[in-house]
Structures are given as structure tokens and as C-alpha cells.
């Protein structure tokens, strides 16, 4: 009698344990996801499968360990338990540290509203590098992310004409290469002073690939500038997001 108690004690401990472990992951992943708003990396959903799955393996062996006496099969899983809280460990801290130092947490959101005089100002500065020989029409842009960095972009034509790059995308281009995939907003500026243009369609699309929440500042020579978003210039985008649901 006393053993049938014994034995139910622990299987209700070792259920607590396993709703215990359930909630922590999912936290973890609906955590890691809100902060750091990531649907371009293809790899967390890996990350957060295997933690999820070995925790999981780890709660169904220590659950058959309680099941059975001491014998060698209960000692094999005690030894593999081990070995698994090990590995999740581990991957968790690799994981955590790899997902930071891609996706620094977005607490400088509200940056923006400091930074855009001086996004603004750069997009400006990048338009007098502007490499455009053939059409003599020189872009700038500025990029800001959302750690505060401005990132700048001029047009690069060729004599190829279609291999010519949009003042935009040289910008995304040079933030990627950096190490900055999280950005709020663009400034963009060209030589039209009498109404305010924004980039070409392709650019709009790019500039979708790194987030949909963007402000676009579409700026004239003398520095003033109409304030958009790059919802309202792409509606109803094509976006890193509905290839996940196929
Ligand atoms: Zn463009």
C-alpha cells in the first residue's frame, strides 16, 4: 500500500514537472519571439523545436524512470536525463546568445522621433556621392536602426544600365553587412523640389524584407520632408512572413 503511494506521489510530481517544463518553453519561445520580432530568421523555429523536443524526451524518460524499480534500464535513464539537462542547457545559453547578438532587444524603439533631424540631414549628405553619370538624377537615403546607428546609401549606376542599385537598397546593403537587420526608418532624397517622391517600387519591396513597421521620410533638397510609412506605400505586401505558411 505504502509503495502504491509512494508511486503515485511521485507520478504526480513528476506531471507537475512535465506542465512545469511545458509552460516554461512556451514562454521562452512566445518571450523570445515577441522581443525580438524576428520573422526573417529561418532558424528559430529550429532553435525552439529541438529545446521543446528534448525537454519533452527528457520529461517522458524521467516519467518511465518512476515507473520502474531499480534496475539497469532505470540507471540508463537517470544517465541520459542527465545527459539531456545538459544539452539543454547549453543550447539554451548558445541559442540565447546567438539570437542577441543577431536581434539586440528592441528597447530603443522609441528613438526614432530623436533621430530623424539628423536622418534627414545624412540622407541629404549620402545624395552628394551619388554615382549617376548616365541619368544625372542622384538619390540619398539614411536608415536608422533601432539601436540609434544611421546607415546612408547613395544610387551606383552603370554603364550596364540595369545593373544600376537604388540609393535604398546600397543602404540595406551596407546596414546588412554591418550586422543590422532591425530598423524604424528610412529618409530618402532627391533633386525634385516641387512635390515629395518615394522609392521605386523594387526598393519598397527590399526595405518589406527587414520589417513592415518602417517610417519613411520622403525629403526635398531644402530639407523639409513629408512623413510616410512603408504600409501605406506597400499595401497588401508580399512579405518574408507568407512563405512561412506554406
Ligand atoms: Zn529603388
Known amino acids: 500500500m505504502e509503495t502504491t503511494e509512494r508511486a503515485a506521489r511521485k507520478s504526480f510530481i513528476v506531471i507537475i514537472n512535465m506542465i ?4 516554461l518553453i512556451t514562454a521562452t519561445g512566445l518571450g523570445t519571439i515577441h522581443f525580438h520580432e524576428c520573422p526573417v530568421q529561418p532558424k528559430l523555429p529550429v532553435y525552439m523545436t529541438v529545446i521543446g523536443a528534448t525537454g519533452l524526451l527528457s520529461l517522458l524518460l524521467m516519467y518511465l524512470r518512476n515507473t520502474l524499480d531499480d534496475c539497469p534500464l532505470a540507471r540508463f535513464c537517470t544517465a541520459f536525463i542527465l545527459m539531456l539537462c545538459v544539452f539543454i542547457v547549453c543550447w539554451f545559453i ?3 546568445y546567438w539570437i542577441y547578438s543577431i536581434y539586440p532587444p528592441n528597447s530603443d524603439s522609441t528613438r526614432t522621433g530623436n533621430h530623424f533631424a539628423e536622418l534627414v540631414a545624412k540622407c541629404l549628405q549620402a545624395q552628394e556621392m551619388a554615382y549617376c553619370p548616365y541619368s544625372g538624377f542622384p538619390v540619398g537615403a539614411a536608415i536608422l ?8 546609401g547613395c544610387n551606383v549606376e552603370n554603364a550596364s544600365y540595369g545593373l544600376t542599385v537604388c540609393a535604398e ?10 550586422g543590422y537587420r532591425r530598423f524604424t526608418a528610412i529618409a530618402v532624397t532627391c533633386d525634385i523640389k516641387d512635390s515629395f ?21 520622403l525629403t526635398k533638397p531644402d530639407g523639409t520632408y513629408k512623413k510616410t510609412s512603408l504600409r501605406e506605400l506597400l499595401p497588401l505586401a508580399f512579405t518574408p512572413a507568407h512563405l512561412q505558411k506554406i
Do not use: H, K
Open 20 to 23: 512545469a517544463w511545458m509552460i
Open 94 to 96: 548558445a541559442g540565447t
Open 145 to 152: 536602426t533601432t539601436g540609434g546607428a544611421i546607415i546612408t
Open 169 to 178: 537598397r546600397t543602404a540595406i546593403q551596407r546596414a546588412v553587412a554591418e
Open 197 to 217: 517622391v518615394g522609392p521605386c517600387g523594387a526598393c519598397r519591396q527590399v526595405l518589406m524584407e527587414f520589417g513592415t513597421e518602417w517610417d519613411v521620410y
